[in-house]
């Protein structure tokens, strides 16, 4: 995995910037998306470009200080090509990067109590963005339960192990418990288990040394050194090899990593964060899960209930996205008929499919009227819809599980897992029926 690849895993604006020149040499979609700039445009730039006031890691002193501690945080205003401020709180590490050291940036939003809402100095579409990884709603009283054990569990140092069914919010869990932490002002780490091959798991997440195996010409620093004196939140932890369990039960008890080819272990100071949708418990009884290491995850846990089983917060989940939806001014709501449909569906792809449903009805309105029966592949809560072909409801069902599943295909927790279906079988009938993602 290349450093661009390896940055667009981020869900947050990221850059490496040169120590001497402070020009980007690498950046992720989000970076360019975030200030309007194409990919050309923005690698011509150097970071006081798009600087709106001066900050402090524009002084020798600052930069001397960063390269000691290798880490630092602060309020900054970066400015869009069309001239707008954008408020941000950029986080920089010092890693390693083809030989030499380069300054990781990421940028997040600056907010009060790590909620986003529009204020006076964000535009309706920073609002829109800068909500994706950050925004709770809960008015349920299960899942204000769930919040307060995430506030003391955060100020705690403890490794922690949040579980529920996708689309119910674990990243945004994890990412809360980092940021109500005493590590909040260091880097956030989200790693996504599987969606990285096992051949390269090790590598990616310990760090390769120079010379390692063939191709290895320079040493490449691991997640776990980026995040160094933050918080690496392992997502799909359940996907991990038995081996690669191993090497983090080493990190859990011993605070050591150690890189492929490395001839001695490194001393790291990170918190685990995990998640996973899959019955652990079930695992270590299969085999496939090391007891110790559930035992050292699973003493702090967090359990995510299904959206299904809080129907008090679909109304208000309704609202915040069709809030993220108003920057067109145009006035979007949905009937009182659809409010009940929609408070009586099962909701299988739970607040992610939700949001899904809010935002394709709203691309799908004309008149801000949010309307169901105008797309919706099946008639939800139990009620009867017009008649279709065996085809058409077969296609609607295939379709909802890939929506559900965020179209992962692949995997325990992908979509053919769920279907009971081979990969190569689903990807030959989505085929068949026309589905592909928009």
Request: net charge neutral.
């Amino acid at each position: 995995m290349s450093y661009r690849e390896f940055l667009d895993t981020l869900p947050c604006p990221a850059l490496l910037l040169d120590m001497e020149t402070w020009k980007p040499t690498v950046f992720n979609n989000h970076a360019n998306e975030c200030l309007g700039y194409s990919p050309g445009e923005f690698e011509k730039l150097t970071i006081t470009d798009f600087e709106v006031v001066p900050n402090p890691s524009e002084t020798r002193d600052h930069i001397a200080a960063i390269r000691a501690s290798r880490s630092d945080a602060f309020p900054s205003v970066q400015r869009e090509k069309n001239g707008r401020p954008v408020h941000l709180r950029v986080r920089l590490n010092v890693i390693n990067f083809q030989g030499r050291d380069v300054m990781l940036a990421l940028w997040e939003p600056r907010t009060v109590a790590h909620e986003v809402a529009p204020t006076a100095l964000q535009t309706p579409s920073e609002a829109s963005w800068l909500w994706r990884e950050r925004r709770i709603v809960a008015e349920s009283e299960r899942m204000r339960k769930v919040l307060a054990r995430v506030e003391k569990l955060a100020r705690t140092t403890l490794p922690v192990l949040i579980t529920g069914e996708t689309g119910t919010g674990k990243d945004l869990v994890a990412r809360r418990l980092h940021d109500q932490s005493h590590r909040a002002a260091r880097t956030f780490m989200p790693v996504n288990c599987a969606t990285i091959p096992g051949d390269l798991l090790d590598g990616e997440l310990f760090g390769v040394e120079r010379g390692a195996f063939t191709g290895a010409e320079q040493r490449r620093a691991g997640r776990f050194e980026v995040a160094q004196g933050g918080t690496v939140f392992l997502d799909e932890v359940g996907e991990l090899s038995l081996l690669a369990q191993a090497k983090l039960l080493r990190v859990l008890q011993d605070g050591e990593i150690h890189r492929l080819g490395a001839a001695l272990p490194q001393r790291v100071d990170v918190r685990i964060i995990a998640a996973t949708n899959r019955d652990l418990a079930n695992m270590v009884i299969r085999g496939t899960f090391r007891l110790d290491l559930y035992h050292r995850l699973a003493g702090a846990s967090v359990e995510l209930p299904p959206l299904r089983d809080r129907p008090e917060d679909i109304e208000p989940l309704v609202a915040h996205a069709i809030s993220l939806l108003a920057a067109d001014r145009v006035t979007r709501f949905f009937s009182k008929a659809d409010m009940d449909r929609l408070r009586r569906w099962s909701w299988p792809g739970n607040v992610r499919e939700l949001m899904r449903t809010v935002e394709t009805a709203a691309a799908l309105s004309s008149d801000g009227r949010l309307d169901l029966d105008g797309w919706l592949p099946i008639s939800i809560g139990g009620e009867q819809g017009p008649a279709t072909t065996l085809d058409a409801a077969i296609r609607a069902h295939v379709l909802r599980t890939l929506e559900a599943c965020d179209w992962t295909i692949e995997g325990a927790s992908g979509a053919a897992a769920r279907l009971g279906l081979r990969p190569s079988t689903l990807r030959s009938k989505m085929q068949k029926l026309g589905i592909r993602r928009a």
